[in-house]
């Protein structure tokens, strides 16, 4: 079982910066995905960031240029940089974790509010 604890979200006015970290405590093999996802109310989840162990990224569209995706495997976490926020960045931001063959093991953090004021 894995447990993912994120933490750095908030209110932050259009054009600042946020900082969310996501730690991982349990079972899981090297060879895993951490990323971000957000989703709005009414929304489906759509992916943010990901960051596979040896550093392959991968970008939504929307924070191309904007947002890092980083991770510290020697402690289990993943950061996403947010930086010039815009109002429609406002949403519940969730880690994700994914490991196995296919990576086919999925697990989920809570949620981090981040709202962004115009």
């Known amino acids: 079982q894995v447990q993912l604890v994120e933490s750095g979200g908030g209110l932050v006015q259009a054009g600042g910066s946020l900082r969310l970290s996501c730690a991982a405590s349990g079972t899981m093999t090297s060879r895993n995905v951490m990323g971000w996802y957000r989703q709005t109310p009414g929304k489906q989840r759509e992916l943010v960031a990901a960051?596979?162990?040896?550093?392959?990224?991968s970008y939504a569209d929307s924070g191309k240029g904007r947002f890092t995706v980083s991770r510290d495997n020697a402690k289990n976490t993943v950061y996403l940089q947010m930086n010039s926020l815009k109002p429609e960045d406002t949403a519940t931001y969730y880690c994700?974790?994914?490991?196995?063959?296919?990576?086919?093991?999925?697990?989920w953090g809570q949620g981090t509010q981040v709202t962004v004021s115009s």
């Open positions: 994700n974790l994914k490991y196995g063959m296919a990576y086919e093991r999925d697990y």
């Open positions: 960051i596979g162990r040896i550093g392959t990224t």
